[in-house]
């Protein structure tokens, strides 16, 4: 089992940047892809990064390439999302999840590839 918490959102004016940090407990997690996911009111639970269990490869929604940075420390057990040029209809909960130990160094970007979720935290940007 592996327990992941999220931190870091908060309340940010348009422009500005947020780290998000994702600690994970319990089983290994080294051999786990990553994701960070979002969801605002109304919608769908979107991905919006991935990272492979290596950290070698990843992977970002359109609406963030560029602005956004996921990243893993496995010495530390905690993945991140680094948020530059913070939008307004960046506005969500923010969540982490991680996959099954994999033999494939893949990103993966549907809920239903990832097994362990955190909670969630909230980033609201304001304009």
């Known amino acids: 089992q592996v327990q992941l918490v999220e931190s870091g959102g908060g309340l940010v004016q348009a422009g500005v940047s947020l780290r998000l940090s994702c600690a994970a407990s319990?089983?290994?997690?080294?051999?786990?892809?990553m994701g960070w996911f979002r969801q605002a009111p109304g919608k769908e639970r979107e991905c919006v990064a991935g990272?492979?269990?290596?950290?070698?490869?990843?992977s970002y929604a359109d609406s963030v390439k560029g602005r956004f940075t996921i990243s893993r420390d496995d010495a530390e057990k905690t993945a991140y999302l680094q948020m530059n040029s913070l939008k307004p209809e960046d506005t969500a909960v923010y969540y982490c999840?991680?996959?099954?130990?994999?033999?494939?160094?893949?990103?993966?970007?549907?809920?239903?590839?990832?097994?362990?979720w955190g909670q969630g935290t909230q980033v609201t940007v304001s304009s």
């Open positions: 999840a991680a996959t099954l130990p994999k033999m494939l160094d893949n990103t993966y970007s549907t809920m239903a590839q990832y097994n362990y």
């Open positions: 990272i492979s269990w290596s950290g070698g490869k990843t």
């Open positions: 319990g089983r290994t997690f080294s051999r786990s892809a």
